[in-house]
């Protein structure tokens, strides 16, 4: 799909369904138009394409994206309504998406005017850690800026919390538990900001700093890889190994390392030993089984999860 000098936007297709023909209505995406003339693939205009046949369509009002839909509607006027629908839903995605609160940003937009309450989601792995939690972040609330827990509970975050950081504008707390990868790359599209905590202290702090523009350099973690445990082997003096199967990424030896059972935070250290075969390796790729070793742990479990990860110094600009 491209702009051609001369004959504007171009798209290339390829029917699936009935036939398409010279003049007929048609929407791509967030753009629609009138078929003006189609080419076949030796560039002879063509009247009509039907299933299975590959044309060249001129007449959008746009150069629309590989693997949008594009389907014929019964006139132009329908077409048109089609397309200024998706536009106002992309464009309301977007805004929502460059409005999203994060605690880097809180403090310029509480200068700006913009914030005067910060919603948050706390979801741990006890009650007893949410119960101090919301505590101590209610009494964070000051003149300029009222802290709410708009939703707690203990478990994992889970796609509904996301959504409802979207709507409500939060920032989600999870404390001793992860999200799966489904979730994390759902908040990575809506631009949810999630943070992760193993110290309550830590999360007070980071809340508090931020509120006052003070947020200093944030470390933050990019997960390496991880994998399944399948099956566990008990060694004599050396402990238990876990025979897993790499689900994603790659384990690395050297990296940060926890152990997730129904994706809660039971053990976080270092590899005692990784290996593949007989063989002690410094990382096992995606697809393949290797042996792993937890340093002074033992408590594993067949579906456990253990994932490594490495952090990173972010310099926080306000």
């Given amino acids: 799909d491209r702009i051609d000098t001369g004959r504007g936007p171009v798209a290339t297709v390829l029917v699936r369904d009935g036939t398409l023909r010279n003049g007929d209505s048609v929407v791509c995406g967030i753009h629609y138009g009138k078929i003006r003339a189609m080419l076949n693939d030796l560039g002879v205009q063509v009247e ?29 006027k329908s077409a048109k309504q089609v397309s200024m629908h998706r536009m106002q839903k992309q464009r309301s995605k977007e805004l929502a ?38 505590d101590s972040l209610t009494k964070l609330s000051n003149e300029e800026v009222n802290v709410n827990v708009i939703h707690s509970a203990t478990g994992t975050i889970a796609e509904s919390d996301i959504s409802l950081a979207a709507v409500s504008n939060a920032i989600i707390i999870g404390f001793n538990v992860r999200p799966t990868p489904k979730v994390q790359s759902l908040a990575t599209d809506e631009n ?75 053990w976080t ?13 410094k990382e096992v790729g995606i697809n393949y089984e290797c042996g792993i070793g937890l340093e002074n742990y033992n408590d594993i479990k067949p579906g456990d999860i253990i994932e490594v990860y490495e952090i990173k110094e972010e310099k926080t600009s306000l």
């Avoid at 008990?234 to 402990?239: E, L, M, N, R, Y």
């Avoid at 990784?274 to 390796?281: G, I, M, Q």
């Fill in 48 to 76: 009509s394409a039907g299933p299975s046949i590959p044309v060249e369509i001129l007449g959008l009002s746009g150069v629309p994206m590989a693997g949008d839909e594009f389907i014929a509607l019964a006139d132009e």
């Fill in 97 to 134: 998406k460059t409005n999203r609160l994060s605690l880097e940003k809180l403090y310029e937009q509480m200068q700006q005017g913009e914030v005067k309450d910060l919603n948050l989601i706390v979801k741990a792995d006890v009650h007893g850690s949410i119960e101090a939690l919301v």
């Fill in 192 to 266: 949810v900001d999630m943070r992760f905590y193993n110290v309550i202290y830590d999360v007070i702090k980071d809340v508090k700093d931020a509120m006052v523009g003070m947020m200093e350099s944030t470390y933050e973690e990019r997960s390496l890889g991880s994998a399944e445990v399948r099956e566990v082997f008990h060694i004599p003096k050396v402990g238990a190994i876990a025979g897993c199967y790499v689900t994603s990424g790659k384990i690395q030896r050297n990296a940060h390392a926890r152990l997730l059972r129904d994706d809660v935070v039971v």
């Fill in 269 to 281: 250290g270092k590899l005692s030993s990784l290996r593949r075969f007989k063989d002690d390796v």
